[in-house]
């Protein structure tokens, strides 16, 4: 079965410094992974996608990805931490079957301070 | 492109009410996903739809709850009669199916309360 798992349920940074969310995942077969952020009272908003191609991904607001087989992590990261990036991080695996099922993890709620 | 498009963003009802939340996907997605959030439950994927048809409703709650999708640019998401519990908000997502790669697209959300 397919399962991510989000080391951190909150994290804590100061403005400058860089960001690191952990996540594992589990999967039977080569899986999707996905970031997801959720700011305060908003939808979520897709960061960033693995797909079986590189395994560094680039995504939005400097944010980057890893994915690391041997590790089954796909830890995110950023340089510098922005006051905006303060938010909820999901990460995503995708499910079994051809029907684009998404399987969330706990999340990670991101502070940063001035 | 509009994005998906959820209504209404706030709802405020009574126990015992029935509530209809609704949902626009983005045009020529066929694939059609409703979440519940919860500070208790995080995301809970209630149903989802591939061409208009569901394929797993086994994270329904209950029988109070129903989804339906009468066709590929609208569905409901219907809780009769409601109840405090149902408190939470509720998200829309759609996706073009085997596309594993491409995430879903979420819209904004309806806040439901029941009191």
């Known amino acids: 079965a397919q399962s991510v798992t989000q080391l951190d349920s909150h994290v804590s940074v100061s403005e400058g410094t860089p960001v690191l969310l952990r996540c594992n995942y589990s999967s039977s077969y080569s899986p999707s992974l996905f970031w997801y952020v959720q700011h305060p009272n908003k939808g979520l908003q897709l960061l960033l996608k693995?797909?079986?191609?590189?395994?560094l991904v680039k995504g939005i607001n400097g944010f980057e990805a890893e994915f690391k087989k041997s590790e089954t992590s796909f830890h995110l990261t950023k340089p510098s931490a922005h006051m905006s990036d303060a938010a909820e991080y999901f990460c995503v695996v995708s499910g079994p079957g051809g029907y684009n099922k998404l399987i969330f993890g706990a999340g990670t709620r991101l502070a940063v301070h001035p | 492109d509009a994005g998906v498009i959820q209504s209404p963003r706030h709802e405020v009802t009574e126990m015992g009410q029935e509530v209809t939340l609704r949902c626009k996907p983005i045009?020529?997605?066929?694939?059609l996903f409703w979440y519940r959030q919860t500070m208790m439950r995080g995301l809970e994927l209630l149903i989802y739809f591939n061409n208009n048809v569901p394929i797993d409703d086994s994270g329904m709650p209950e029988d109070r709850f129903s989804a339906k999708m009468p066709n590929a640019s609208f569905s409901t998401l219907k809780i009769q009669p409601s109840e405090p519990r149902d408190s939470a908000v509720y998200f829309c997502a759609s996706s073009l199916k085997g596309q594993g790669g491409y995430g879903y697209t979420f819209g904004s959300g309806t806040r439901l309360t029941v009191v």
């Open positions: 045009s020529g997605h066929n694939s």
């Open positions: 693995y797909t079986s191609a590189a395994t």
